[in-house]
């Protein structure tokens, strides 16, 4: 098993620094993308509110596969070029947002109403209110969830070995057929996405805990 | 246009819902698997028995921080070099089986932590047995509130199936490669059609537990 990791050092690294990188874009584009839906949810126009309710649904019930595939088969056809790297990670974007959005509703509409209305009979607008009174309290009730969902991200990113996006996912698939020994390759692999995701579960669960009861 | 129309002939569409069939079998399958062993590692994490419910607990949570295409690659191509040979179907419910039963675990045992202490200290004190206070006043509380997560999971489940095309098993997204495999035209239509039958066998799920959740609420 030490001979796989030793051998394959350099590739499974760099496998390990594509899964990380793809995850951590696709978190800022899915965290910007999420909350414009998220406020669309909850917008007081009807007009918003359906929209953003549909790309919710739409996407949370359609497997990342698709998504991923649609971008990486479809799009390079008809109009631009793009890698497997960034169909993947544009799919990962895609599908995270509609969670993400989902969470930032729930977290936004925590927030008691009362904050809201008493923000509006002060004078402020329903923007000023939103960005400087109620956004403010929900982003610490939404941290806890917002890291379950990076480490979710970090696990679907293995999507883009469907792609050959050269993640972790990718490079094992590459190393297991190139020494035939699946076994140890996988389970090595296995350890790397371990690394990356356990320390981060345990902490957001001490942080859900630390902040429930605080 | 014309391509939709060729692409949605009796033939493909039949094919596809071969593949869709093989997805819901997949999927009910892990799912009944897994409610089953998921109920019995979240009791035994509830439980507290030391060294025992904290190995359980690792267990646990090694298995969901792993990506499911990994557990799926791990029991098609990698048991086999231990001697440990599965077919295609058999290891595809293995992986999910494996997965979601960590998942489902967790779901229990929060079910269980939401019903109030007072149940099981007053059915101990009418003379019930732990196992009996378990089964009969604890569990069916539990389960109540674990619709909700369950079916969510379940979602999950079904669109994780899409996964094993990787292996070649024979459901709906496999069966849609194929026929745009066949013909350039058809890839826009099947990715449609693979989307809408998605999109529709999840949406329904998800507005049955929210039905069953409504009923629950009002009883």
Do not use: C
């Not at chain 1, 796989?4 to 390990?16: A, E, F, H, K, V």
């Not at chain 1, 993308?33 to 549909?54: D, N, Q």
């Amino acid at each position: 098993m030490l001979s796989i990791l030793t051998n394959n050092y350099g590739t499974l690294m760099s496998g390990l620094g594509y899964t990380l990188l793809s995850s951590l874009i696709a978190l800022v584009f899915s965290l910007i993308i999420g909350t414009v839906f998220a406020l669309m949810e909850i917008s007081p126009h009807k007009w918003l509110r359906v929209i953003g309710k549909l790309y919710v649904e739409v996407i949370r019930n359609i497997p990342l596969l698709i998504i991923t595939m649609g971008f990486y088969v479809i799009v390079p056809k008809y109009l631009l070029p793009v890698d497997g790297f960034t169909a993947g990670t544009i799919g990962l974007t895609i599908y995270t947002s509609a969670f993400i959005a989902e969470t930032v509703r729930a977290g936004i509409q925590s927030v008691a109403v009362g904050q809201m209305e008493g923000a509006r009979s002060v004078g402020l607008t329903y923007t000023q209110a939103m960005s400087q009174i109620v956004f403010p309290q929900a982003i610490k009730i939404v941290i806890p969830p917002l890291g379950n969902q990076f480490i979710n991200l970090v696990k679907n990113s293995s999507i883009l070995a469907f792609v050959a996006g050269f993640d972790l996912m990718y490079q094992g698939k590459i190393i297991a057929n190139a020494t035939f020994n699946t076994f140890d390759t996988y389970l090595v692999v296995g350890l790397l996405y371990l690394i990356l995701t356990m320390p981060l579960s345990y902490l957001m669960r001490h942080l859900e805990k630390k902040w429930v009861t605080a | 246009m014309q391509s939709f129309i060729d692409a949605y002939s009796q033939v493909n569409l039949h094919y596809l819902l071969e593949g869709l069939w093989v997805t819901v079998e997949v999927s009910v399958t892990s799912i009944l698997f897994s409610f089953l062993i998921g109920t019995l590692l979240g009791i035994a994490r509830y439980i507290n028995v030391r060294i025992f419910s904290a190995a359980v607990g690792f267990v646990i949570d090694l298995i969901r921080n792993l990506p499911l295409l990994l557990i799926l690659f791990f029991t098609y191509f990698a048991l086999p070099n231990i001697g440990i040979r599965l077919g295609v179907i058999p290891a595809s419910i293995v992986a999910m089986t494996i997965f979601e039963s960590a998942m489902l675990a967790e779901i229990v045992r929060s079910g269980i932590n939401a019903v109030p202490v007072g149940q099981m200290e007053a059915a101990r004190s009418n003379g019930l047995s732990y196992v009996q206070a378990m089964v009969h006043i604890i569990l069916p509380q539990a389960f109540k509130a674990m619709i909700p997560p369950i079916v969510s999971q379940f979602i999950s489940l079904v669109k994780d199936t899409s996964l094993a095309t990787i292996i070649l098993l024979p459901e709906l997204t496999y069966h849609a490669q194929i026929i745009y495999g066949q013909d350039v035209n058809y890839t826009i239509p099947m990715f449609v059609a693979l989307a809408v039958l998605y999109f529709v066998v999840n949406y329904a799920l998800s507005l049955g537990a929210r039905l069953i959740n409504r009923r629950l609420n009002h009883a």
